[in-house]
């Protein structure tokens, strides 16, 4: 509640100087899916170094809680105050569009990251990492685990996830590798986000399928229920584990041994990416069209490239791997 | 007058309960033998653990025609604050959280219970209304953050893992909630006048019950019992999240409903609160080791919920009408129908 006030009073000062003063550097506005949420808080982090570096001024809001309602009023209210871009973390993919193009018709750069809006509503998007990357780097990753033999499963979120049925169908992809032949995909199952219901799925997998040798799960609670489960039911070293996950949920789970490494984009630089890229285009350096080339400070050099949805994209890079090395430098971080 | 043929009644009433229960075991320890060994019978008793305390005190509340919607929102906000305080400080004894779980729940069950007793706000809308209000003060209290697992000291994560005379530590709390409770809804005389607000209001205030405190109490106790279930959920998911339990508390109707327990007041068992917390607990533990597909599993636990309830009213209409004829007791029409 206190940051909320805070970036509220925030942003009544920034209203009321920008009036009057030549503010400093352009004005790049952050907003995400909601506020209080660690992995967009680490987004801002990242955001207010990328526009440090450049010298521009930073923003960071969300609504309380994800909605599309709530997005669009901060949009409107971004508009009202002249700020100079926005980058969104869309909770709808569409149904930001109009006010999006109320902005952009405003001179307001838009771009998306994380969670992509429509082309239509947007200049560019930065992508956290590739469908296909995220997919494979997965099932790579179990694979030496379990010595490239046995039968895995996958455990979901739900099953209408876009998301994850993207993924696992790469996965599915990759598992036609000739050098996967002796391992199996036994099941695919759906914890749906739940902590309860995940674990309990993860359980029935190990009744279910007794010489089961690994589980991937592309989904944060799934991949700690699991990494829980596999704890509890003293399969730690016989059932391995990777996935995607939140550093400071599974610290736990790779200091006991019940998940080895699992993977995340690094939000810290999602954040900076996406803030430097909104900098360069108020600055006009880049202007978002396919094939354009920028250093993006200290991440280096990027491409913008076409996109899935017809747009155009930058991608981050390879996902993150987490392991033992590493765990207790981030756990603290997001 | 109503004891001696109660406890016969009650037994056959639950016959229906029992019989599926039975069936459904078979069925899934044909299709997976795994299913019926111990290991699994006791996993299974472990994940009904919360679900069974929540469901006591959700059963008094239905008891008095009531419903406590908040239930799920008590449950998340006791076990994050219970988190929170166990993270600062991780020297506190486990046994400790748990009294603490019981009395903080208990407190928030108490204002919910003043705004339903005093207040004279409809249970639905009240308890609705604190179902938003506590799970508010859950993102709140939390800024919107979770506790997770390296967070919390060992102790405290062995309240789930440990175990007494080889049970977990869980189903013991469970077991002993069900035994205390079971004597203080049939041996005392709050718990009977309980059942006298539930079977008639008027009447109970008559002869000279004080209706307001009764109802007050019941939706201190579910709180309590909520605020109880709530530091077992975060000892044994050793995660205290913003969303804990959402919509757990439709499953917790659903196990006092399979159960037995009159939604319109006046009837409800312990025993058979028991039996509906195992059902649901079968229905959750039996179908991920089946082996069908998880678009059919959704499906099918509908189905096998339906079926339950069905045999659940047959039995009981069966039971009802033998009464019938024994004795021509109004109560008994109204639950029939």
């Not at chain 2, 309980?194 to 008639?200: F, Q, T």
Request: proline residues 3%.
């Amino acid at each position: 509640m206190k940051k909320s006030l805070v970036i509220l009073s925030v942003l009544l000062l920034v209203s009321v100087f920008s009036s009057f003063a030549l503010a400093k550097g352009f004005t790049i506005a952050m907003l995400v899916k909601n506020v209080g949420n660690p992995f967009f808080e680490a987004c801002a982090r990242g955001g207010q170094e990328a526009a440090d570096a450049l010298g521009n001024t930073f923003i960071f809001q969300g609504p309380p809680t994800p909605t599309v309602e709530g997005q669009i009023e901060i949009i409107e209210n971004f508009i009202a105050q002249r700020v100079n871009a926005i980058c969104v973390s869309a909770n709808d993919f569409d149904a930001l569009v109009p006010v999006l193009k109320k902005a952009m018709a405003n001179g307001i750069k838009v771009i998306s990251f994380d969670s992509a809006v429509n082309p239509e509503g947007r200049i560019v998007h930065v992508n956290q990492a590739d469908a296909e990357q995220i997919g494979k780097l997965q099932v790579q990753a179990i694979a030496e685990m379990i010595g490239y033999e046995g039968e895995i499963a996958i455990l979901s979120a739900a099953a209408t996830m876009t998301n994850q049925n993207t993924w696992i169908r790469y996965m599915q992809e990759e598992l036609k590798d000739p050098k996967y032949a002796k391992m199996r995909l036994a099941a695919i199952v759906y914890g749906d986000d739940l902590r309860d219901k995940s674990y309990n799925e993860a359980m029935g997998l190990f009744k279910s399928y007794p010489d089961l040798k690994g589980i991937i799960s592309p989904t944060t609670v799934g991949v700690s229920a699991t990494a829980k489960a596999i704890t509890d039911a003293g399969l730690i070293g016989k059932v391995k584990l990777t996935g995607l996950g939140l550093p400071s949920e599974m610290a736990e789970w790779v200091k006991n041994g019940a998940c080895e490494a699992f993977f995340l984009w690094n939000p810290v630089d999602l954040g900076y990416l996406a803030t430097y890229v909104a900098g360069l285009l108020c600055e006009g350096t880049i202007t978002g069209k396919e094939g354009e080339t920028f250093t993006a400070g200290r991440l280096g050099e990027y491409t913008i490239r076409k996109s899935q949805d017809g747009g155009t994209e930058v991608l981050l890079g390879p996902p993150f791997r987490f392991d033992a090395s590493n765990i207790d430098e981030w756990k603290d971080v997001f | 007058m109503r004891k001696g043929g109660g406890v016969q009644i009650r037994g056959l009433r639950e016959l229906g309960i029992i019989v599926f229960i039975i069936i459904i075991s078979i069925l899934v320890g044909i299709r997976n033998p795994r299913f019926l060994t111990w290991g699994n019978l006791h996993d299974m008793l472990l994940d009904t653990a919360v679900l069974s305390v929540v469901a006591v005190g959700m059963m008094f509340v239905l008891v008095t025609g009531g419903i406590d919607l908040s239930a799920e929102s008590v449950l998340a906000l006791t076990g994050m604050v219970a988190g929170i305080i166990i993270k600062d400080n991780p020297y506190l004894s486990p046994v400790f959280m748990l009294l603490f779980g019981l009395l903080f729940g208990g407190f928030l069950g108490a204002v919910t219970g003043l705004i339903v007793a005093k207040g004279r706000v409809l249970p639905i809308i009240a308890t609705l209304s604190m179902m938003y209000i506590y799970r508010g003060i859950t993102f709140i209290v939390s800024r919107g953050e979770w506790i997770d697992a390296h967070e919390m000291p060992e102790s405290f994560k062995a309240l789930a893992t440990g175990r007494v005379l080889g049970f977990s530590n869980l189903i013991a709390i469970a077991l002993g909630v069900y035994l205390l409770f079971y004597y203080f809804a049939n041996h005392t005389r709050t718990g009977r006048e309980i059942y006298a607000v539930g079977s008639n209001l008027e009447a109970a205030r008559i002869i000279g019950i004080n209706t307001d405190w009764v109802i007050w109490l019941v939706y201190t106790l579910s709180g309590a019992l909520s605020g109880l279930g709530g530091v077992m959920w975060v000892a044994r998911y050793a995660s205290a999240q913003n969303d804990t339990a959402a919509g757990f508390v439709l499953t917790v109707v659903a196990a006092c409903v399979l159960g037995g327990v009159s939604i319109s007041g006046g009837a409800g068992t312990i025993p058979g609160v028991f039996l509906g917390a195992i059902t649901i607990g079968i229905i959750n533990n039996a179908l991920p080791m089946i082996r069908v597909s998880p678009f059919w599993r959704m499906a099918l636990q509908g189905l096998i919920i339906l079926v339950a309830a069905l045999v659940n009213v047959a039995v009981a209409r069966n039971v009802e009408r033998a009464q019938l004829r024994q004795r021509e007791e109004l109560r008994m029409v109204r639950h029939g129908a």
